[in-house]
């Protein structure tokens, strides 16, 4: 089992910017979840889907921002323009049948 | 609105050392609680869980216990190791999905 995949690891990008992040879930879940981690913030949810449907898109903090899950396996969170202050990390995580969420490695993202 | 928080860190103990990290909810009803674990580089794993009043959440010697009346979930260890050095988070989930976290506790451990 890979896990979760998320891509890129990493991301530096410039203000203005359009960034794109992917993640693919643990294939049978059907939920998926993207969360933003900063220390001034902490850990939030910024939108989940269940069966490819966004259920909740309360914490999303901008129209800058938007999801997609085109499919089971895929889904990306795109920020346009990106500025300074989305700079964080970016977990994909998802889950199936019980209470545990499978959080993937992250995306680390700077916009300069 | 729903919350959850936890003891400020960082806390540093000494290997062997007993470890307790303090969680308390608020309750609009009966949540399940969690406590997951970030390693330096990673994403967060699930350490323990508790879904309902007086339950013991355990896995790798954490413990956790379900306490209504004082609406707190603390995670203890008797023996702390180095490997344990990492950020925990209590969380809560409640009406479905959602998953509302603590701002994470962390944890070093000396040799």
């Known amino acids: 089992d890979a896990g979760v995949i998320q891509s890129p690891r990493h991301e530096v990008t410039e203000m203005g910017q359009e960034v794109t992040l992917r993640c693919k879930p643990i294939s049978g879940h059907d939920y998926l979840f993207w969360y933003r981690q900063t220390m001034m913030r902490g850990l939030e949810l910024l939108i989940y889907f269940n069966n490819n449907v966004p259920i909740d898109d309360s914490g999303m903090p901008e129209d800058r921002f938007s999801a997609k899950m085109p499919n089971a396996s895929f889904s990306t969170l795109k920020i346009q323009p990106s500025e300074p202050r989305d700079s964080a990390v970016y977990f994909c995580?998802?889950?199936?049948?019980?209470?545990?969420?499978?959080f993937g490695p992250g995306t680390r993202l700077t916009v300069t | 609105g729903d919350s959850v928080t936890q003891m400020e860190g960082p806390v540093t103990l000494s290997e062997e050392a007993f470890l307790t990290i303090n969680c308390t909810y608020t309750a609009t009803g009966y949540p399940s609680l969690f406590w997951y674990v970030q390693y330096p580089g990673e994403g967060l794993q699930l350490l323990l869980k508790?879904?309902?009043?007086?339950d013991k959440g355990s896995n790798k010697g954490f413990e956790a216990t379900y306490r209504k009346e004082t609406t707190s979930f603390h995670l203890e260890k008797g023996s702390v190791q180095v490997s344990d050095s990492a950020v925990y988070f209590c969380?809560?989930?409640?009406?479905?999905?959602?998953?509302?976290f603590g701002a994470g506790t962390i944890l070093r451990v000396k040799s």
């Open positions: 969380a809560r989930m409640e009406y479905g999905n959602k998953l509302v």
């Open positions: 508790a879904t309902k009043a007086d």
């Open positions: 995580a998802s889950r199936g049948r019980g209470y545990e969420q499978y």
